[in-house]
């Protein structure tokens, strides 16, 4: 079996999954006992935080609260700050930060306004910036597109959105980007979303960091867990394995970043043009490569590639349910529908292979020049 769908999720990291077990059977501890062990756990926590915030951040400038999930990251981030008045994010956000916004508007919080995207994913920042003007609250936008792979210049989108409105808060979602992408935060980026399961992790946990200086309204209230900004008791063995699995990706990053590069342009190298026509650009995450068998739909041949022992995706596996047939975001990149019914995303992690990708390539061009056959 070749999977590559790793944008969905990836297979747990061995390790990960091993130190996970260590935190259910042996070190159970509740962090805020009293005794010695609920103590240790405590101190454990505290060294966790420090190592997923400093792969990416200035300790002393950000700290970090632990959630479920990158969904509730950005859920928290998002109805936390969005005010009166408008908000601001990308056409080419995931359902996580989409359908909140679109949510701000029927609870009557504040307009949404949604920037449009250049052919390559990228969000227009141009567009972007005439959206903000002195009432908007909240500006959100993604690091890495999920379905095209598109990287967006955060700390410098952050920084002229705050040249022209300073009280903005700027949020970003790097669930596809932590782990994989070498980059340290900008002071003015205010809050960021993560998620374990993205880098061999379990699913179930993710963090939102957040600028030290701003004030978390408290989303969960109780215990008072997470300096009272999320109570509850802690996930213990989600946490412990999510730094397991980021120490693990953060060690080898740049020669990942490299070594898919060449795995990602080889892919398409391969694939057969009379069939598959490029989204990705060549300067998106190299985790990511979309494509689109034009005039035939991806769905098929998903399950055909599935069938021959190949896993891809078709674009966002948490819209797949969606009533809508086409993506939003390809739609969004100026595509038209007969290219967007036709996406295949293919997906990488550190632990594809060369012959994954050989084999891959072989298989979808296969049932491509079938269905295409077929369909004649
Ligand atoms: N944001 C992006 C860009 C994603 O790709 C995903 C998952 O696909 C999420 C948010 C949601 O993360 P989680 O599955 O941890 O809720």
Redesign the pocket.
């Known amino acids: 079996m070749i999977y590559l769908d790793n944008?969905?999720t990836t297979k747990p990291n061995k390790g990960a999954f091993d130190r996970a077990t260590a935190y259910v059977t042996e070190k159970f501890y509740n962090p805020s006992a009293l005794y010695k062990e609920g103590f240790a756990m405590q101190g454990e926590l505290k060294k966790a935080r420090s190592v997923l915030l400093s792969r990416v951040a200035d300790e002393s400038a950000f700290e970090l609260v632990f959630t479920s999930?990158?969904?509730e990251s950005?859920n928290q981030a998002i109805f936390s700050f969005a005010r009166r008045g408008n908000a601001v994010t990308t056409a080419g956000e995931?359902s996580?930060v989409s359908v909140a916004f679109h949510e701000l508007k029927t609870r009557g919080i504040a307009e949404p306004r949604f920037a449009p995207l250049n052919k390559d994913g990228s969000v227009n920042v141009e567009k972007l910036l005439a959206l903000v003007d002195e009432k908007t609250s909240f500006v959100s936008v993604?690091h890495v597109n999920?379905e095209i792979g598109a990287i967006n210049d955060i700390n410098k989108i952050a920084k002229l959105v705050k040249e022209k409105n300073p009280r903005v808060i700027f949020h970003s979602?790097g669930?596809?980007a932590y782990g994989k992408l070498p980059f340290k935060l900008a002071k003015e980026v205010d809050l960021y979303s993560i998620?374990a399961?993205?880098i061999g992790g379990l699913k179930g946990v993710?963090a939102l960091i957040k600028r030290k200086s701003l004030v978390l309204p408290a989303y969960l209230i109780g215990g008072g867990q997470e300096s009272g900004r999320r109570s509850g008791t802690e996930n213990t063995f989600g946490i412990m394995q999510f730094v397991y699995a980021a120490e693990e990706k953060f060690a080898t990053i740049k020669e990942d970043y490299a070594r898919l590069t060449d795995y990602r342009e080889r892919l398409w190298e391969l694939l057969d043009k009379e069939v598959y026509i490029r989204l990705s650009a060549e300067n998106g995450t190299p985790y990511i490569l979309s494509v689109s068998a034009q005039g035939l739909r991806g769905e098929i041949l998903l399950h055909m590639a599935d069938d021959k022992g190949l896993i891809v995706g078709t674009g966002?596996?948490?819209s797949s349910n969606a009533k809508n047939r086409y993506s939003k975001v390809v739609l969004a990149c100026g595509y038209d529908e007969k290219t967007a019914d036709g996406v295949l995303r293919l997906s990488f992690s550190p632990e594809t292979t060369e012959e994954d990708v050989e084999r891959a390539a072989r298989i979808l061009n296969e049932i491509g020049l079938d269905l295409k056959k077929r369909m004649k």
Request: hydrophobic residues 30%; aromatic residues 0%; contains cysteine.
């Open positions: 944008a969905a999930c990158g969904t950005d995931h996580a993604m999920n979602d669930v596809q998620s399961h993205k993710g966002s596996a948490c």
